[in-house]
């Protein structure tokens, strides 16, 4: 019995090139997604890390904001978003009223926010995602605590926005009141960080906070103030949405928590804090 010959069976040297041909692609599938995969996984730890910077930095604008003077340089590391400075995004108005009736203060609240994009395109979670730092916070701009932090810290991916396609971790300036009682006076004071833009040059993965002074209003015989916050660069998509208070007016007076009694003395602190990126 002889073995025939067949003209369309593949020889040993073609079947082992198409078979490491097919390894090879496999190999190379497998390395891309791991690539990926790594990818993903060190974009949401620099994400993770960047909350607890702007925290941070949250924190030292607390001491700054008080102490004209005083500079603090706060380091970060970035291989996939940046830092930069948002100008007057937040405008507080303040009004008390007493027996003559109401009066705005001149009392300047424009602030700026501090914000770290990263791009969606190396780490997305999700359009409408929304979270505020740290978990729990209060969504009110009005803090009544004192040990309540001067500022929050908001994590967003909101599309589409006229600066571009980013998560952002924003470093957003709140007000606290702190009330006391001396005798039959009641005293109620205001602070409100005012964040100011710098010379940013972008030299390295810093921001400095530099105070430079407190502005301060002084008023007697009050029986309500009310406090509003707008939002100038609304067009830039930093409207109410962007920062999700609960309220965009609060008043205070015999009524609300805290209580403000009738013939109370109220003095608004604004400390100016000037943020200079890349500095160092």
Wanted: charged content about 10%; overall charge neutral.
């Amino acid at each position: 019995m002889s073995l025939r010959k067949d003209k369309r069976a593949t020889s040993p040297a073609i079947s082992t090139v198409i078979l490491t041909a097919a390894v090879v692609v496999l190999i190379l599938v497998a390395m891309t997604f791991a690539n990926n995969t790594l990818g993903l996984k060190v974009a949401e730890h620099e994400y993770d890390t960047n909350q607890q910077f702007m925290q941070t930095a949250g924190q030292q604008i607390d001491d700054i904001a008080w102490t004209a003077g005083r500079i603090q340089t706060i380091t970060f590391t970035s291989n996939y978003g940046n830092v930069k400075f948002q100008q007057v995004a937040l405008d507080y108005t303040f009004q008390v009223h007493s027996t003559s009736g109401w009066q705005t203060l001149t009392l300047s609240g424009n602030t700026g926010i501090i914000l770290y994009n990263m791009p969606v395109g190396s780490y997305s979670l999700g359009n409408g995602y929304f979270a505020r730092f740290p978990l729990g916070a209060s969504n009110s701009f009005l803090q009544s605590d004192s040990s309540s932090p001067i500022s929050q810290v908001i994590c967003e991916q909101k599309l589409p926005m006229s600066d571009g396609s980013f998560n952002r971790i924003a470093l957003v300036p709140t007000m606290r009141v702190i009330s006391s009682t001396v005798g039959s006076t009641s005293d109620f004071k205001f602070y409100l960080p005012d964040l100011e833009n710098g010379t940013n040059h972008y030299r390295s993965q810093s921001i400095t906070l530099t105070g430079e002074g407190i502005s301060k209003s002084t008023q007697t015989g009050v029986d309500q103030v009310t406090i509003t916050v707008s939002f100038p660069k609304a067009s830039l998509g930093f409207n109410s949405s962007f920062f999700s208070f609960k309220n965009t007016t609060i008043t205070l007076n015999n009524l609300s928590n805290p209580k403000l009694p009738a013939n109370s003395m109220v003095e608004f602190y604004v400390g100016k804090v000037v943020v200079a990126i890349g500095q160092v």
